[in-house]
């Protein structure tokens, strides 16, 4: 699938970034990988284990994506891109919604324009669970970035295929939950928001080969949304922090009990498979080769949550997970 071409990875200093590196060097011949990214210092570490001497086809190359000039520079020969590129953490981007917005949504549009201008073959963009009924500000940008890229098909019917893949929190991410409750260890108590929280969880290697796969079977305007375990937050913490005390702080601002990876409105345009759901466009041309393999949703859905999920991740599998 990608083997002779130019593969470019928004964002790609990142804890995907870092493994969808790791896995496309192992299992394609690339032409060249492009890790375009807005930190330096990131890329000087990630180049110390990719380094360019022993990885030939590797570059490493500044930018953001708010600048279009300079995405111009480097998608220029490109083959495919992952968009991963985003400003994540929730209660930062409810301090900084304009920094959040010129990030996540002018950047997206940036990378839509400019993929096209150059002729890319394809583009997947990574999306968040947070934009299920989004009720914070990350969660509203990626939201309207999903519709960005859906709609992009319209402006490239015959070139540039756009889809998009969301997803929840990825295990063992610089931004999991994880890093924070090993700190808490130390004070011998750990912060729960509720109790009742529950959360999907998938792990870096999952959510790579996930976009690889939707990357291979995508046609165009579709939302791939994989079947995921969910587990409670409670449990976790005593994986993370065995014999330590659990207090309950309060739901933050932005924060939901239970997360969202496909709506009840959503039903009405998704279709359920083995493994993922795909909600195929509503207003952008898209050929739904798929749809005979799937289930439709329809009027009868009951929304797809962490919540009322047939899979949960006991405290054994956790530790498993989490190497404990």
């Known amino acids: 699938m990608l083997n002779g071409k130019t593969v470019l990875i928004t964002g790609g200093t990142g804890s995907f970034g870092h493994k969808f590196t790791e896995t496309v060097l192992k299992r394609y011949k690339l032409k ?24 030939k086809n590797i570059r490493f190359f500044i930018g953001d994506v708010r600048d279009a000039e300079r995405l111009h520079r480097a998608f220029n020969k490109v083959d495919v891109i992952i968009h991963a590129a985003a400003l994540k953490i929730v209660p930062t981007a409810e301090y900084n919604p304009f920094e959040a917005v010129k990030t996540n949504v002018l950047g997206a549009e940036n990378v839509i324009n400019v993929a096209i201008d150059n002729n890319v073959e394809r583009v997947i963009a990574l999306s968040s669970d947070k934009a299920a009924n989004p009720i914070n500000l990350y969660g509203a940008t990626k939201l309207c970035a999903e519709k960005m890229f859906v709609a992009a098909n319209n402006y490239s019917p015959m070139g540039t295929k756009f889809s998009v893949v969301r997803y929840g929190n990825v295990f063992g991410s610089r931004g999991s939950v994880i890093p924070f409750f090993k700190e808490c260890c130390k004070k011998g108590v750990v912060p729960i928001t509720d109790k009742r929280m529950t959360r999907f969880w998938i792990t870096l290697e999952q959510g790579v080969d996930f976009v690889l796969n939707c990357l291979r079977d995508m046609e165009g305007g579709e939302i791939f949304i994989p079947k995921l375990p969910s587990m409670r937050i409670t449990d976790l913490a005593k994986v993370v922090c065995p014999g330590c005390q659990q207090k309950v702080t309060g739901i933050r601002p932005g924060e939901k009990l239970h997360e969202t990876l496909v709506t ?40 797809y949550r962490s919540d009322n999920n047939s899979m949960w991740l006991d405290i054994e599998q956790l530790k498993k997970m989490a190497e404990f």
């Open 32 to 55: 060249k990988l492009i890790i375009f990214s807005r930190d330096e210092m990131k890329q000087y570490e990630m180049s110390k284990i990719f380094n360019p001497e022993k990885h």
């Open 264 to 303: 009840v409105d959503d039903g009405l345009y998704t279709y359920e498979f083995k493994d993922k759901f795909i909600t195929y466009p509503k207003v952008a041309q898209c050929n739904n080769s798929h749809k005979k393999d799937g289930i439709y949703l329809g009027t009868e859905f009951k929304g």
